[in-house]
């Protein structure tokens, strides 16, 4: 005669589950990870399409600078020239009639109280 235990008895009386549940089970959190992982890799895209928009605004704004500071740089030589003495010289003559006198001829006046 054998004898069996409490334990023994406990396990032969549980079920085990059947294969085909642990399957589904198991294809259950496959989709799950697949799902998951899908998501992260949209949003992964989304960001690089985000940042190579801005990449091109960014482009954009230094072409855009560049350009200005060649305009700039026209624009301060052209000043340059018009600001020279030679040519303000001979606008104040042309235009205005004024002429350069010789400083010798030049006479100043004390208007101090003696």
């Known amino acids: 005669m054998s004898t069996i235990t409490h334990t ?5 009386v549980v079920p085990r589950p059947k294969r085909k549940a642990r399957r589904k089970a ?8 697949i799902v998951i992982s899908g998501i992260l890799l949209a949003g ?4 690089n ?10 482009d954009g704004a230094n072409a855009d600078r560049a350009k200005l500071q060649a305009d700039n740089a026209a ?17 104040a003559y042309t235009k205005l009639g004024l002429k350069f006198l010789d400083p010798s001829t030049y006479t100043y006046i004390n208007v101090a109280r003696p």
């Not at 198991?26 to 990870?33: F, K, L, S, T, V």
């Open 49 to 58: 399409v985000a940042v190579l928009q801005l990449n091109l605004k960014l």
């Open 44 to 47: 992964v895209v989304f960001v």
């Open 26 to 33: 198991r294809a259950r959190g496959g989709i799950a990870w």
């Open 75 to 91: 624009l301060q030589s052209q000043y340059s020239s018009l600001v020279s003495s030679p040519q303000v010289s001979s606008a």
């Open 8 to 12: 023994e008895t406990a396990a032969a």
